[in-house]
C-alpha cells in the first residue's frame, strides 16, 4: 500500500474537523452570513458579477 501524501492546509492543525466552533472560528461560513443579510436582488447581483457557471464556477465563459 503506498504512503499517503499529505498536504498542508491553511487550517491544518488549527482546526479539530470535529468542532464546528473551531471551523467557525476561522472563519467558516463567513460567506453565508453574508448571503443571508442580503436582499434577494443583491444576493442574486452579486451571483452574475461573480461570473460563477455551473456547480462552483468550473469552465469559463467563452
Same mark, same amino acid.
Given at each position: ?18 468542532? !464546528?466552533?473551531?471551523? !467557525?472560528?476561522?472563519? /467558516? ?27 462552483? /464556477?468550473? /469552465?469559463?465563459?467563452?
Amino acid at each position: 500500500m503506498a504512503e499517503e501524501l499529505r498536504i498542508i492546509l491553511r487550517n491544518y492543525g488549527k482546526i479539530d474537523p470535529l468542532k !464546528i466552533e473551531d471551523y !467557525i472560528g476561522q472563519g /467558516g461560513y463567513d460567506a453565508l452570513k453574508k448571503a443571508r443579510a442580503m436582499k434577494p436582488e443583491e444576493l442574486i447581483d452579486e451571483v452574475r458579477q461573480s461570473k460563477l457557471r455551473g456547480r462552483g /464556477g468550473a /469552465g469559463d465563459e467563452t
